[in-house]
């Protein structure tokens, strides 16, 4: 009977980085489990494939949430990673870390060990940053993280300059000492290709010999002998098999996935297992619950300056942008169209920024969310100003519907069912438009295209906030880190509680959203995790 002493389940954003560490060692043995397939795509490598890997079947999940009267009963599509790297192979690429705060609030819940001074190694041990090692910036990781400012559209200084002149304070680093202000996004690509977590961590260690990787494995369940985890059963290539661990099993799917191998492999809230007829390993209430993700909005101007649209909408400006990537790895196809952004506060008292601003020198006006690719800009120059809420407070939660692996889970958003969140993002649009109205982007711009002149009042606004606000991707928490196992999955060494041999080592852990993107934060997670568990061999 073959076995592994780890085996790792998804090659994810954290999934890449704890195949690496954990075979560093090579009296270790792992095998990591990708339920998709090799990431050696061209839509993958170039920067903004993005727009088409949105909507790919071969290298998505392509999850749709359930409807939420918070947003009017509208699904919200969900893409997510399925494919080496995960989720990081498909993203918009966003170098963001989080506010110190988020990390001293997880620590405060009693997490040992997950505060931000405590954490801040784990970024910079991952991060190799163009602009070299200081204080908060890391120089000899394995993930490059690039400054593209050369490359970014004109436009983006207007956008900064509207900033500054409604008082924010240019931020040249915001995952620096503060995150608060306005700045340049910089990205986790390198020489005009993606930095995916597969490219930075998992394909340098392929060519050990004591990392297994296969491709194409649906993990079905985590077999339990008792309470303990003593291996995994998945579907590969039309058939059922198993592999044993001598040391742990790692779940690493991600916000959906994760609680959802949980709940069908036995744990999670019983009323659910038993309506299933999932036979019950350990009774876990909190699996699947908590589920939190960032909702954005955008608003879209009509300009009178060239912005990518008139680059990347004719057939012969796809052509030309393509012979300059060709031959410089340079141009908007080596870049995120997420170029400029910040964070702010909608109001004086607030300790941290709750709304994280996006500007992106494009737009998208005539294609309908959710049911194609983001190759086609429209026909005309102008140019979105985008924001999230940094720290919402709905929470929704994510089960399985059958004993079916293949079967989507049921996800539940639960979107702007608070008061709170809904007030953030009224603040915000209202700020979006201050922006708008302040000499360097009132200079240029025609027409305000979405919602457009008749949208006013605060309801009108709210109304459209409800019609209209999209999820930016970022679910987590599904599988909670905390001390009390009635409202948490996993303690702060991220050990499942109640059953042994088991660990969660992905985004779904975090005790709460984090403010910004999560793909730093994710991979973060995989290099700590990687730790906890070396420091118990």
Excluded at 58 to 64: F, K, L, P, R, T
Excluded at 226 to 240: N, P, S, Y
Excluded at 352 to 360: E, T
Excluded at 455 to 480: E, M, N, V
């Amino acid at each position: 009977m073959q076995k592994y002493d780890y085996i790792i389940v998804g090659a994810g954003s954290a999934g890449c980085v704890l195949a690496n560490r954990l075979s560093e060692n090579p009296e270790h043995s792992v095998l990591l489990l990708e339920a998709g397939g090799s990431d050696k795509r061209l839509w993958i490598q170039i920067p903004i494939g993005y727009g088409k890997t949105y909507y790919q079947k071969a290298v998505n999940w392509m999850y749709m949430a359930q409807a939420d009267e918070g947003t009017n009963n509208r699904q919200s599509y969900w893409p997510r990673g399925k494919v080496l790297g995960g989720s990081s192979s498909i993203n918009a690429m966003v170098y963001i870390r989080g506010h110190k705060l988020d990390f001293d609030n997880w620590a405060a819940q009693g997490n040992f060990g997950w505060s931000y001074k405590e954490l801040l190694p784990y970024f910079k041990k991952s991060e190799c940053n163009q602009l070299g090692a200081d204080e908060y910036r890391g120089g000899t990781g394995p993930m490059y993280v690039a400054d593209v400012s050369r490359d970014l559209h004109p436009l983006c200084k207007n956008f900064i300059r509207a900033g500054q002149q409604l008082g924010l304070h240019y931020n040249d680093n915001l995952n620096g000492a503060e995150q608060e202000g306005i700045g340049l996004y910089q990205t986790t690509t390198k020489n005009g290709f993606r930095q995916s977590a597969a490219k930075a961590f998992l394909h340098p260690a392929r060519k050990r010999n004591n990392l297994t990787v296969i491709t194409a494995a649906h993990v079905s369940k985590v077999l339990f002998e008792g309470k303990k985890a003593i291996g995994v059963e998945f579907l590969h290539k039309g058939r059922t098999r198993q592999l044993f661990v001598c040391k742990e099993v790692i779940v690493s799917g991600g916000g959906i996935n994760s609680p959802q191998l949980l709940q069908l492999s036995g744990g999670g809230p019983k009323d659910l297992l038993d309506s299933l007829a999932i036979p019950l390993v350990h009774e876990s209430p909190a699996v699947g619950q908590n589920l939190q993700d960032h909702l954005g909005m955008d608003y879209l101007y009509r300009c009178k300056q060239p912005t990518l649209n008139d680059e990347l909408h004719s057939l012969w400006g796809k052509v030309r942008a393509g012979l300059k990537y060709v031959t410089t790895r340079r141009g908007p196809l080596s870049l995120s169209i997420n170029q400029a952004g910040g964070f702010i506060k909608t109001r004086a008292e607030l300790a941290q920024p709750d709304i994280q601003l996006y500007f992106s020198p494009l737009s998208y006006t005539r294609a309908p969310a959710g049911t194609r690719p983001l190759l086609n800009p429209d026909p005309f120059s102008a140019f979105s100003l985008g924001l999230t809420n940094c720290k919402p407070s709905s929470r929704g939660y994510i089960q399985v519907v059958s004993r079916d692996p293949l079967q989507q889970p049921l996800i539940k958003p639960n979107y702007l069912s608070t008061d709170e969140d809904v007030q953030t993002l009224l603040e915000g649009v209202k700020y979006l438009r201050k922006m708008a109205e302040s000499a360097p982007l009132k200079d240029i711009i025609v027409e305000e295209m979405r919602p457009g002149a008749n949208c006013q009042s605060d309801q009108q606004l709210i109304d459209d906030i409800r019609g209209y606000a999209w999820t930016c991707f970022h679910p987590t928490s599904t599988c909670k880190m905390g001390t009390n196992p009635l409202s948490s999955v996993v303690d702060y060494r991220l050990k499942v509680h109640g059953v042994e041999s088991l660990r969660v080592i992905d985004a779904s852990i975090f005790p709460e959203l984090i403010s910004g993107n999560t793909n730093a934060a994710a991979i973060m997670v995989g290099e700590k995790g990687a730790d906890l568990i070396l420091a118990d061999v």
